[in-house]
Nanobody, 124 residues
């Protein structure tokens, strides 16, 4: 079992940047595909980005491709999400999650462990 704790959320102006972190404990992240998701009020939780166990493969939602970058530091057991060129539509609660699946293209229901979330607010 793995425990996940997100950090790095906050208030940023449109066009600005934030870097989210997800610290894991309990098991090494080399055992998991890691993903970032977000959920805005009144909306369903949506996939943002995923990274493979080794960190060598990434996958992004079209809405963030070219603006967000997911990375993994297996030595520090941490996953990051660098978010650039933020838009008001990016405002949401952001969650990291761990999946035992090998593919980075699995759906939300294949993620076994979830963090508590970190809030991102983008002012226009």
């Amino acid at each position: 079992q793995v425990q996940l704790v997100e950090s790095g959320g906050g208030l940023v102006q449109a066009g600005g940047s934030l870097r989210l972190s997800c610290a894991a404990s309990g098991r090494t992240l080399t055992s998991y595909t890691m993903g970032w998701f977000r959920q805005a009020p009144g909306k369903e939780r949506e996939f943002i980005a995923a990274i493979s166990r080794s960190g060598g493969t990434t996958y992004y939602a079209d809405s963030v491709k070219g603006r967000f970058t997911i990375s993994k530091d297996n030595m520090k057991n941490t996953v990051h999400l660098q978010m650039n060129s933020l838009k008001p539509d990016d405002a949401a609660e952001y969650y990291c999650a761990a999946s035992s699946a090998i593919s980075v293209r699995v759906g939300l229901n294949r993620y076994d462990y979830w963090g508590q979330g970190t809030q991102v607010t983008v002012s226009s």
